[in-house]
């Protein structure tokens, strides 16, 4: 496709759900990002991906988040067992540069999946 | 943690009117500094960006001013459209971006 592409755009679980949130992005793109986007605020980084390299994953805020990318294109977040504090707009963010070493070139993003946790 | 700081929260501004946004943050390492713009339900979209080594940065309607020195940079928006009216995210990025706490600008007609 022609920008990033996230699934699904609307998610409701009930507290202490499993959830999964499917990325893909640009063709080609070596760098993919999932950011955290709460009502009113900024976005907040997760994780980051390197091709199938998961190279920071500081941003998680607990043991139930988790990413992966295992052919260095599509990527899942999974968040289990899921808390009302997890609703959130969950943007994924694709790049054609590495930034193992210096933050330049600009971020494609997807319009995010939109989670809320009854 | 790295804090990025944005002013101001919100901004109204008439129709051709000048929209300034300021960024200052606190991290020496960054070493690129993008404006993103985001409408309700989308996702962020790269406005303008700059470099360290240059001070200043000007494509169409909009400008982005960088202060080294200071830490900070800023979006100056010149004749401002109803279509402008979006948030506004400073990214400051070194190994990853850090994304400012952003502000709503509102064009009226």
């Known amino acids: 496709g022609a920008g990033v592409s996230q699934s699904p755009r609307y998610k409701v679980a009930k507290r202490g759900q499993d959830v999964a949130l499917r990325c893909d992005p640009i063709s080609g793109h070596v760098s993919l990002f999932w950011y955290q986007q709460a009502l009113g605020q900024g976005p907040e980084f997760l994780t980051y991906f390197q091709n199938e390299a998961q190279l920071d994953k500081s941003g998680l805020p607990s043991d139930r988040f988790f990413a992966e990318r295992p052919e260095g294109s599509v990527s899942t977040l999974k968040i289990q067992r899921t808390q009302q504090e997890d609703s959130a707009v969950y943007l994924c963010a694709s790049s054609l540069l590495q930034f193992a070493r210096s933050g330049t070139g600009e971020l494609f993003f997807g319009e995010g999946s939109r989670l809320t946790v009854l | 943690q790295q804090q990025v700081k944005q002013s101001p929260q919100s901004l109204i501004v008439q129709k051709g009117g000048i929209s300034i946004i300021n960024c200052a943050y606190e991290?020496?390492?960054?070493?690129?500094f993008p404006w993103y713009q985001q409408f309700p339900g989308k996702g962020p979209a790269l406005l303008i960006a700059i470099r360290p080594d240059v001070s200043e940065k000007k494509e169409g309607r909009f400008t982005i001013s960088f202060n080294k020195s200071a830490k900070q940079f800023s979006l100056h928006i010149m004749d401002s459209q109803p279509g402008d009216s979006a948030t506004y995210f400073c990214?400051?990025?070194?190994?990853?971006?850090?994304f400012g706490p952003g502000t709503r600008l509102s064009v009226l007609p």
């Open positions: 990214a400051p990025g070194g190994q990853n971006f850090v």
């Open positions: 991290n020496t390492a960054f070493d690129y």
